[in-house]
């Protein structure tokens, strides 16, 4: 079992940088890959970055590719999103997320967080 906790959402105007967070507790942590994902009112949850559970490989959706950038700390069990040149086309709730391998599918994820607000004003 793995339990997730983000932090770090807000408002900024665009062009700024925040940073998310993500708590993980549970004694498997290490052993999977992590997630964060993206949803927008009335929009589907899309994905946004991923990590594999070395953090030797990341992946990037298009849309956030040279802006964000995914990192883990193994021995903090925390994931970080580091967001910059943010736009208001990127507002939407942040979800943290684990899956046993390194996935961009959102239905192979099995653990969630509960969100955090980013919200960018133009």
């Known amino acids: 079992q793995v339990q997730l906790v983000e932090s770090g959402g807000g408002l900024v105007q665009a062009g700024d940088s925040l940073r998310l967070s993500c708590a993980a507790s549970?004694?498997?942590?290490?052993?999977?890959?992590m997630g964060w994902f993206r949803q927008a009112p009335g929009k589907e949850r899309d994905f946004v970055a991923a990590?594999?559970?070395?953090?030797?490989?990341?992946y990037y959706a298009d849309s956030v590719k040279g802006r964000f950038t995914i990192s883990r700390d193994k021995a903090k069990n925390t994931v970080a999103l580091q967001m910059n040149s943010l736009k208001p086309e990127d507002t939407a709730v942040y979800y943290c997320?684990?899956?046993?391998?390194?996935?961009?599918?959102?239905?192979?994820?099995?653990?969630w967080g509960q969100g955090t607000q980013v919200t960018v004003s133009s």
């Open positions: 990590i594999s559970w070395s953090a030797g490989y990341t």
């Open positions: 997320a684990a899956a046993p391998w390194l996935t961009k599918e959102v239905q192979q994820y099995q653990y």
């Open positions: 549970g004694r498997t942590f290490d052993s999977y890959s």
